[in-house]
Structure formats: C-alpha cells, structure tokens
C-alpha cells in the first residue's frame, strides 16, 4: 500500500504567518488524487483540499494544494486564529486509501 | 443538507462485539460507496474498509479481516459497521464517511464525515 509521511510534524507559528505543510507518499499517486482534511479536537475531519489543489465547497481562498507524483503541498496563506489543528493528507488514487499521520498547525 | 449521522458512543467489555450505524439523508443513499475510518486518540486515521450500499459488496483492510462486518440497510439510508472480538486496542472514535460516487468515472475524497462514534472498552 501507499505509505504517506506528512512533514514537520508539528509547526508552531503565529496568526498572520504563512505555514506549508507536506506530504510524501512512497509512490506516484495516480491521476494526483491527494486529498487534505482538517481536524479540530473532537470534532470529524472535515475536507479542505481534493484532487491535489481543488478547494472543497465553502474552503476559504487562503488554503491553496499543490504538488504531482510523491510530492504534495499544503499551505495556509495567513494563518487564522480557527486555522489551528491538525492537518492530515490522504491519497485515494492508489488502492487501498491511505492516511498520513498528521501534522499539527500550533 | 448532506449529512450522516451516526449512533452514540458505547462501552463494551472485552471480547463484545460493537455495532455502529450511520443513517445518511440529503443525498442518495444507494450512489456513493461509504468508508468506514477509525482513530485511537491521540494517533493518525485508520482505513477500516468500505461498503458498497447498491449491492452490499464490501472491502474490509487487511488488519480487520475476519472481525469486522460492513451492511446497510437500503430502505432506511443506514449502514452498519460491527467489530466482534473487542480489545482494548479498540478504544478509538469511529467514523463513516462518503466516498466515490458508484459507477463514476472519477474518484472522490472523503467529503461527508459522521460524527464519529467513541468506543470504550472496559471490563
């Protein structure tokens, strides 16, 4: 299966910073189906990003994904004081779906 | 609105078996495949295996093989997940989640996510 390793795993920054959170799977995802979620303690993921860089409905403008093949990119323009939690990737291209193991925004 | 929701959080003992629902409205049940996700506090989400509601087919990961049982019941909207054999290692949220549209030619994410369902395990 497709192993994802996100990168760093923990990024303490300041609202107003920019922040570039990374995933690398351990081959090609195919057709770039990379997807990112956002979690927020106690609460379900909710998707932020699919297809490497589509915004999911009502996802505001500053989140933007980027990336092919192994090597993906999230980032966070200017960082919110909701923006906060843990970001997790998850490739969907290459059976069975896998998760990586989060970074945490803090 | 598109939603799923999800039965409330459980104790069980171990060696019982845990069966969780997931009741889906605003969309058409039987036209996306359901995944079932789980996470132990504190660690990464975990694939548990999906359902397909239109035919009741099923793919269960490797770990779960041979406990864990997927169904749906088409009339109500609702698909099941149930965990026999229970450890402690079991204590985690459980969730569902939609996924590909069935029969579509593009894969989808995990767009609707239940609420999650807790599971402790305790004798």
């Known amino acids: 299966e497709t192993v994802l390793t996100q990168s760093p795993g923990t990024l303490s920054l300041s609202p107003g910073e920019r922040a570039s959170l990374s995933c690398r799977a351990s081959?090609?995802?195919?057709?770039?189906?990379l997807a990112w979620y956002q979690q927020k303690p106690g609460q379900a993921p909710r998707l932020l990003i699919y297809?490497?860089?589509t915004r999911a409905t009502g996802i505001p403008d500053r989140f933007s994904g980027s990336g092919s093949g192994t090597d993906f990119t999230l980032t966070i323009s200017r960082l919110e004081p909701e923006d906060f939690a843990v970001y997790y990737c998850?490739?969907?291209?290459?059976?069975?779906?896998?998760f990586g193991q989060g970074t945490k925004v803090e | 609105q598109v939603q799923l929701v999800q039965s409330g959080a459980e104790v069980k003992q171990p060696g019982a078996s845990l069966k969780v629902s997931c009741k889906a409205s605003?969309?058409?049940?039987?036209?996306?495949?359901i995944q079932w996700v789980r996470q132990v506090p504190g660690q990464r989400l975990e694939r548990m295996g999906w359902?397909?509601?239109?035919?009741?087919?099923?793919d269960y990961a490797q770990q779960f093989q041979g406990r864990v049982t997927m169904t749906r019941d088409t009339s109500i909207s609702t698909a099941y997940m149930e965990l026999s054999s229970l450890t402690s290692d079991d204590r985690a949220v459980y969730y569902c989640?939609?996924?590909?549209?069935?029969?579509?030619?593009?894969?989808?994410?995990?767009?609707?996510w239940g609420q999650g369902t807790m599971l402790t395990v305790s004798s």
């Open positions: 989640a939609r996924g590909s549209k069935i029969g579509g030619t593009t894969k989808l994410p995990l767009d609707i």
């Open positions: 605003g969309y058409t049940f039987i036209e996306y495949y």
């Open positions: 359902n397909n509601p239109k035919t009741g087919g099923t």
């Open positions: 081959q090609s995802i195919n057709e770039n189906y």
């Open positions: 297809g490497t860089s």
């Open positions: 998850q490739q969907y291209g290459n059976p069975p779906r896998t």
